[in-house]
């Protein structure tokens, strides 16, 4: 084999993923030189305090705080900073340097990703990001090499394990979820202030990136529809339970026609839906992730494995880098996302699916007739009515002239989104409906 | 965009894959030049008998007999013929004449895959068989690039279509192998001659093929312990479901310590056995397959979807056309396997699993002390007994003087597989068995 000469590795962060990327390039030093065909010769590690404590134990010479001097002197850089800005700056130095790149920086890419993947693909530099989405698994790689002779209908994807960390407890143990968050902060799985997983803009950011990726299409983070978990209760858990489903929070890529203006595009959206029980998603417990794909010609597949962890995340990070580092021995430039495809991105109101919408209603006949004509108005179809009777509320005095009031839960075949948001609008303001208690829909049925 | 010329594309074999192949590869050629940033023409079909029927409508005229000719004109060859000759000539063919090469011939690569790779690494020429295992689900891709970095300790692959639906079958019908059989090809999920299946031939090709992959190792197919299903019985499936399990066939990839010499190594193996019913492997029923890995980093991942399927492994094919020809456009070579490690491949005998023995004993008091004793003897530790006595059997007699048997099911924890089988040796040679009806191994609890 012929001896190329190591190639110099600039890592940028020394978080929990940097810090263990460092531990692995350092041990594995001879397996990794032996797979490349060339030394992985880590050079330095720039982070803001170089005291800081570190989940590794690494040599303190590695250390700087000067991270544009170590760009400058790199073959390939790493970036585990997070953030956007000095990420962003940072990579578009190494770039314009001639380094490679792997970056498992998803907000970055989410919001940037079109100007990064251009500036690499002008001096055929590369730019790795796998440990982007979904952690350990490989999802990015499958869906750019081995899905690229095939066309992607759709991505159903649990992509942030906070989320469904909490939602599966909530599932199994009965918490609510501030319980379920709390044991979350415990364990480690939830950060101090948890805005960005249980809001859903984490995941909303990894659905920007895979459906640019699946759909070749530029998806601004901003066209992402996004609905977090805070509005999911026990009830909605327990009840979706007694119909045979789970409540996941999913991040959703789809490629589909608006029925209206014939046009054709792509959505992506992340919103908490039910999920029946027997979907393969289902089954995806604890702060696991797995990305569900179909495709024209592969039928349906699955991706499933560890959503995040320092060492976990460092795998993909690491494979990146091998991939990089081959390439970059071979000679090979790399190559930059696609975009030729440039479909437009549908509106939330256009995609179709099944909804369960739960009503407070007056316990009184004609009742559910009002209600079945709101829905028909809008051409939206009943699949299933279930009717409970609310117990006397104390505190409202159970008093006599008080309307005895019943829940309606409502299952829909598939309907467009807007023609649903019509139909709550119009329930919302029927004087038989007390109160549109919760709307949640329902994928992978 | 640069324009690139066409890239003249040869597929080789017009069978179920072949067909769908060409078929996409005409309805979406338009799609597929944006991808690649060049054309992908197809440039001819060498068969045997140019009017056999096709799975899609083809123009005649690409059809030839004369595959040569066609392989000295193209820039990529697609050998979909299967068989060992003469599709390994026209292999080497290809890549002497200067094309890249796309298979899904897993015999071949089981076989002959190291002369492929070397003879493709000498020229610097491209060889990809994403297709040759677990048809469509991406997992060749994933293990050489995505966990390039990672430390691979184990695969656990159900990678066979036809024995997994019979033996899904057998475990939620209650059918016998034959039944289960019957309705298989029926269905067509099983060939007229399914030996290759039932018997775990092409589960070991794709066992040698996984391991040599992960363990950067060259693993002959001779070296791979292989075990049907044709011995699996309904009583081992309904034991199995009463203790929690089911039974699976599995390709199992290990590396591993002999614990006797301290040598490290390598094994793969296939053979049918139980799983628990918890495992993500537990829930890939019918004809589908995955591929669970252990790493040491990534920690455990599992790769789902359809295992067969004309379009489906289409899909994967052309998943390898599209990453082929882009690297064809950019200019870089491809990667021959890796071999690097080179790590001996360990004899079955120092593997270490769990096993569940079922033994047919007198009942007579003193027995079981007896049996326990042939157990430890061998330093084969019991997790688990269960006795149920069996019926006197009518033909024998039912006669006084015959000595009523008992079954014994031992679940033992896990023991190096030449202690176990020097147990059941010692076990049929004991006056106080009168057969040892069946032993499984326990894998993935």
């Not at 890592?11 to 929990?16: A, P, T, V």
């Not at 209760?233 to 014939?262: H, W």
């Not at 467009?416 to 329902?442: C, G, K, M, Q, W």
Request: glycine share 10%; proline share 4%; aromatic share 4%.
């Amino acid at each position: 084999m012929i001896e190329y000469r190591n190639l110099r590795v600039a890592l940028l962060g020394g978080g929990s993923v940097g810090a263990q990327v460092a531990r692995l390039l350092l041990e594995q030093a001879d397996e990794l030189a032996n797979r490349v065909g060339a030394g992985l010769e880590l050079v330095g590690i720039a982070v803001r305090d170089v005291d800081a404590p570190r989940t590794a134990d690494l040599p303190r010479e590695l250390f700087t705080t000067d991270a544009e001097s170590l760009i400058l002197g790199a073959d390939v850089v790493i970036e585990l900073m997070g953030g956007i800005e000095p990420a962003r700056s940072h990579i578009l130095l190494a770039i314009s340097s001639g380094a490679d790149v792997v970056t498992a920086n998803k907000a970055l890419l989410a919001l940037h990703g079109p100007e990064l993947f251009e500036a690499a693909d002008q001096v055929g530099a590369q730019l790795n990001y796998e440990a982007a989405v979904a952690g350990a698994i490989p999802i990015i790689r499958p869906l750019r090499d081995s899905l690229a002779g095939d066309r992607v209908h759709r991505i159903l994807g649990i992509v942030n394990g906070t989320t469904n960390f909490i939602l599966d407890r909530m599932d199994t143990e009965g918490d609510t979820l501030e319980e379920a968050l709390a044991t979350a902060t415990e364990l480690g799985y939830a950060e101090a202030d948890p805005t960005a997983d249980i809001g859903g803009y984490d995941a909303a950011q990894k659905a920007a990136i895979l459906a640019s990726l699946a759909f070749h299409t530029t998806v601004p983070l901003a066209s992402v529809h996004r609905e977090g978990i805070t509005s999911v209760t026990p009830q909605q858990i327990e009840s979706a339970r007694k119909a045979g489903y789970v409540v996941k929070l999913l991040a959703i890529c789809e490629r589909l026609t608006d029925a209206t203006t014939g046009e054709e595009g792509v959505s992506a959206r992340v919103y908490p839906a039910m999920v029946p029980r027997t979907h393969p998603l289902a089954a995806v417990h604890g702060a696991n992730n797995a990305v569900f794909v179909e495709a024209e010609a592969a039928g349906s597949l699955m991706f499933y494995g560890a959503g995040a962890g320092g060492v976990e995340t460092a795998s993909a990070v690491l494979g990146d880098l091998v991939s990089l580092a081959r390439r970059h021995v071979a000679g090979g430039p790399g190559f930059a996302a696609s975009s030729h495809a440039d479909l437009p991105i549908l509106d939330i109101g256009v995609i179709t699916t099944r909804y369960a919408v739960t009503l407070e209603v007056a316990d009184e006949p004609g009742v559910l007739a009002r209600i079945a004509t709101v829905f028909s108005d809008h051409k939206v179809s009943l699949e299933l009515v279930e009717q409970s009777l609310t117990p006397a509320q104390p505190e409202a005095g159970g008093a006599e002239g008080v309307p005895a009031t019943a829940t309606l839960v409502i299952g829909t075949h598939a309907a467009p989104e807007r023609a649903l948001a019509a139909t709550v609008r119009d329930l919302a303001a029927s004087t038989v409906v007390s109160n549109v208690a919760s709307v949640i829909r329902i994928e992978g049925a």
